[in-house]
């Protein structure tokens, strides 16, 4: 089948696919419309207090990445702790469930980060809106050009975020373990190509372990393949190493599999300490998250954070093997939306805007934390996991979802997603999957 072919099959396909979705979301409309009603009946009847004035004043906090949850959750924590909260995304999401949030008290759209324009519409909400601080929420593609935006910015706020060089250190996969490595810090063995060939040539055979290639850019499609090479034919090695786009203009490295239970953890740093740390157990989709004790995990971060003097905010993913050992197999410099384990958390907020104080980790009563749209989805898929997935809302929160916040709950199934489900239907453009974490169609190349 030619490239040509396929990718009309793909587009025709997105029409049912697309009109499909719509209507199961739809379908749930009026049971979320009494969710609603009944969470602004409580309200009218048991106001909510508002929030009291912050230690040390009130400030204006911007924060980017609109779309996605982590943000959302950043927002409340920030107006639950007395501060004013400025929202911004692009004009593809400028449907966005969150700017719906009574959290949220001014929402903007700005240009695509990539965009020649981003920055000066940045300086613009901060002269405006009069923001102190900026937190950038950032997607794979963002966080440096946020970087970018840092000095300009702090002409008028401070930004909580990392510097261009060291942004291009951790966000890049064979530098990151180049890094850590110097630290003494575990990582896997980790070399760089820039073409299929350099697979081909790569010396296996004097090597113990299995190896996967990963790319240096993010992928939200190709990062899900972790097959092992060699494959068992130096042809089939070659086949798939000539599957995958390596080029010089977009590197990506062979890696030594590590096998064990993967982690992944969110810290925020001010000044090289460590202000806010969660860690729990990895999954393919990273839609549910519970936090677990790692004591030897946290070392490595806090280390890690001290020795490269970072701010900002920085998540990691760890392998630890069966034996104890434990390995860094990369760093992404942003929001992880293990963020949300923080959703009832009084401190997080300081925790960003001050430096010092005692580590911010998720209290004891935090409940994992799930979204509802995506068990339903997965019992769908899978009917026999029903009382899996009862259990996991029984026993968690949903990310979105807060009594005295319904809208964005509301909006994100009723507003936002069909939103983007329609642009994608008018342009018959294909996505894979709707992530409802990060309020996205996953798309063939997308960020």
Known sequence: MSAGSAGWRARAWTVPKTLATLGLLQATLPLDVALVVAAEVRTRLHPVPPPAEPVGGRKTVLLSGGKMTKA???????????????????????????????????????????????????????????????????????????????????????????????????????????????????????????????????????????YVLKSIPYDPVNRLDLTRLPRPTAAGTAAFARSKPISEANPWILQAFVPGKEYCTHGTARDGRLQVYACCE??????????????????????????????????????????????????????????TMFYDHPDLARAYLETGGPLVTPTAASRPTYWLYHEVWQLLRHPRELRARLAVVAGGKDAVWDRADPWPFFALQHVHLPSLLLQNLVRLRPWVKIDVNIGKLVEPGGD
């Open 282 to 339: 990895s999954s393919a989709s990273q839609l549910n998250y519970e936090a677990v004790d790692k004591p030897e995990i946290q070392a490595w971060v806090t280390r890690f954070v001290e020795e490269l003097g970072l701010t900002g905010q920085y998540s990691f993913d760890f392998i630890e093997t069966p034996d104890g050992g434990l390995s860094a197999i990369e760093c992404n410099p942003r929001t992880h939306s293990a963020i």
């Open 72 to 210: 959302l959750q950043l927002a409340r924590s920030f107006h639950a702790a007395g501060h004013r909260v400025v929202l911004v995304e692009s004009g593809r999401y400028r449907l966005t469930a969150h700017r719906f949030s009574r959290a949220v008290d001014a929402f903007h759209v700005v240009p695509e980060a990539d965009s020649p324009g981003y920055v000066d519409a940045l300086v613009d909400v901060v002269r405006r809106e009069g923001v102190d601080v900026y937190v950038p929420v950032c997607s794979p593609l963002s966080s440096r050009y946020d970087a970018l935006a840092k000095p300009v910015l702090e002409q008028w706020c401070e930004v909580v975020h990392g510097d261009a060089d060291v942004i291009d250190t951790v966000d890049d996969k064979a530098a990151f373990a180049e890094a850590a490595e110097k630290l003494g810090l575990g990582v896997p063995d980790t070399h760089r190509v820039t073409s299929p060939e350099e697979v081909e040539r790569f010396d296996f055979a004097s090597r113990d372990d299995d």
